[in-house]
C-alpha cells in the first residue's frame, strides 16, 4: 500500500465519521427515547450500547456523557423519562424508564413518517439507507 492510499483511507474514514455524527446528531434525542423505552437503564450504559454500535473504528468514541446526561435530564424535565435510584451491586446508580407521555411522542413520531403520503421520499431514504442490500450505482442521464 503507498502512502497515497494510506492518506486516502484516513480521509475517507475522517469523512466517515463526520458524516455519521452528523446523522446521529439529528436524531440522538428520539434514538435515547427509543432506547430507553426498551427497558430501564443506567446512563453509562446508554452510552455503552451506542458507542458498541461500532460505526466507528474500535477506537473512537461515539458518544461520550457530556452529550448524554444533558438530553436525559431535558427529556426528564419535559416528562417523557423519569428516574430513580436503583442498585447496580452495591453502587447506587440512577436509571432511567420512559412515561406514557414518552410513548405517546414516540408513537407520534412513527405515525407521523409512515402515515404520510407525503413522506414517501424519506421513508425511501431510509430503506435505501438503512434496510435494503442494494448498493448505489452510478446511473447514466441523472
Given at each position: 500500500m503507498t502512502l497515497d492510499e494510506v492518506d486516502q483511507i484516513s480521509t475517507d474514514e475522517?469523512?466517515?465519521?463526520?458524516?455519521?455524527?452528523?446523522?446521529?446528531?439529528?436524531?440522538?434525542?428520539?434514538?435515547?427515547l427509543w432506547l430507553i423505552s426498551q427497558k430501564k437503564i443506567h446512563g453509562y450504559k446508554i452510552i455503552s450500547k451506542i458507542n458498541e454500535m461500532n460505526c466507528f473504528k474500535d477506537d473512537v468514541k461515539f458518544i461520550h456523557g457530556s452529550t448524554v446526561y444533558p438530553l436525559l435530564h431535558s427529556l426528564e424535565k419535559k416528562g417523557l423519562i423519569k428516574s430513580s435510584i436503583d442498585y447496580n451491586g452495591k453502587k447506587k446508580v440512577k436509571v432511567y424508564e420512559i412515561t406514557g407521555n414518552g410513548i405517546l411522542i414516540l408513537n407520534s413520531i412513527k405515525k407521523s413518517i409512515?402515515?404520510?403520503?407525503?413522506?414517501?421520499?424519506?421513508?425511501?431514504?431510509?430503506d435505501d439507507m438503512f434496510f435494503n442490500d442494494k448498493e448505489f450505482t452510478l446511473q447514466a442521464g441523472e
Open positions: 475522517l469523512y466517515e465519521n463526520k458524516f455519521m455524527n452528523q446523522l446521529f446528531k439529528g436524531i440522538k434525542t428520539v434514538f435515547l409512515k402515515d404520510k403520503p407525503d413522506n414517501a421520499l424519506i421513508k425511501r431514504y431510509f
